[in-house]
């Protein structure tokens, strides 16, 4: 596999790329807090921390691992993001 920086943007084709759900569903996600946050970069452009979609990657297949014995929630204030 190759390592990539994880403190960077991503866009949308890579977000699915790495995430292959659909623009609406990850929104949805979002909204319920169990997306990372996604990050305006014009009025018309967002992205996601890198950093953070693969954590939620990583949450995921723990939870997909254990979702018989465990139906775990993320904690929403761990993907939302912060106000400055």
Avoid: C, T
Wanted: charged share 35%.
């Amino acid at each position: 596999m190759v390592e990539l920086p994880s403190d960077r943007i991503i866009d949308r084709h890579e977000r699915r790329q790495l995430v292959p759900y659909s623009d609406n569903h990850v929104l949805r996600l979002e909204r319920a807090g169990l997306f990372p946050a996604r990050v305006k970069l014009g009025p018309n452009r967002v992205g996601w921390l890198l950093s953070e979609v693969l954590a939620w990657i990583d949450w995921k297949a723990d939870r997909d691992g254990q979702a018989s014995l465990d139906k775990r929630r993320p904690d929403p204030a761990r993907y939302a993001r912060r106000q400055h």
